[in-house]
């Protein structure tokens, strides 16, 4: 148990401390000596990681009671030094030789896990930005609907915003006789790229080069990925 990565807090009939490994004394600040005998809630201090206000002690209660879980983004535990880290906890019941009382306390660490969040989030953000100010249309379309589509793509297209695509089917925009070159192109899990037609906003069609469609994430979901480049005049 002391060489647990996991914080582990054991609890008695009363909701005691009873027992701690390096870990909870780590997460809490509050060293085994000196928190067994006192009631859990002075030893682990729950607070919403956003707003760093102090959740109460009814939601630690009730898991207790209960032997459930308590997670989520905004769940975190405060030290005794002021220090927040991001946990999830879990607790299941204690069973002694002659009764039923206390409780097993875990405490995971969700600080990679937030981390790599955060990162993912700020990766996006980048590729938007990145996206966004190309000069190149660019598109990311889902379940044959456009998803994305930045201010190049729609303005070649004779659109104001681009949120005036977002939501339509693909096949508005590439002509009826042309979507079977788009989809060859496609197919062919390359470099390629092929010149079809697509239809502006106000129904005229013009020539663009698109680029094979790549295999994206976009906001948890698969797409495709499109480039695309009026050549009306070249």
């Known amino acids: 148990l002391d060489s647990m990565g996991d914080g582990l807090i054991v609890t008695g009939f009363a909701d005691e401390v009873v027992r701690m490994n390096p870990a909870a004394e780590r997460f809490t600040g509050v060293m085994s000596g000196e928190a067994v005998g006192r009631p859990i809630t002075e030893v682990l201090q729950l607070v919403d990681a956003t707003t760093g206000e102090f959740i109460g002690h009814g939601a ?3 898991v207790l009671s209960f032997c459930s879980t308590l997670q989520g983004s905004e769940l ?16 299941t ?68 915003t681009a949120a005036q695509l977002i939501g339509h089917p693909v096949e508005e925009v590439v002509l009826p006789e042309d979507r079977v070159r788009l989809e060859a192109v496609g197919q062919e899990h390359g470099d390629g790229q092929v010149e079809v037609r697509l239809r502006r906003s106000d129904g005229t069609a013009a020539p663009f080069e698109i680029s094979a469609p790549r295999e994206v994430s976009f906001e948890g979901a698969d ?5 695309a480049r009026d050549v009306t005049v070249r």
């Open 60 to 62: 630690l209660k009730e």
């Open 76 to 91: 975190a535990v405060r030290s005794s030094e002021g220090a927040e880290r991001p946990v999830s906890l879990s607790a």
């Open 93 to 160: 019941p204690l069973v002694g030789q002659y009764e039923e009382g206390g409780a097993i306390i875990m405490l995971r660490d969700m600080s990679e896990q937030h981390a790599a969040m955060a990162a993912l989030i700020e990766s996006q953000r980048d590729f938007r930005g990145l996206i966004a100010r190309s000069p190149d249309g660019i598109a990311i379309s889902a379940d044959n609907r456009w998803v994305f589509v930045n201010p190049a793509f729609a303005s070649a297209l004779g659109y104001d």
């Open 223 to 227: 797409g495709l990925l499109y480039f």
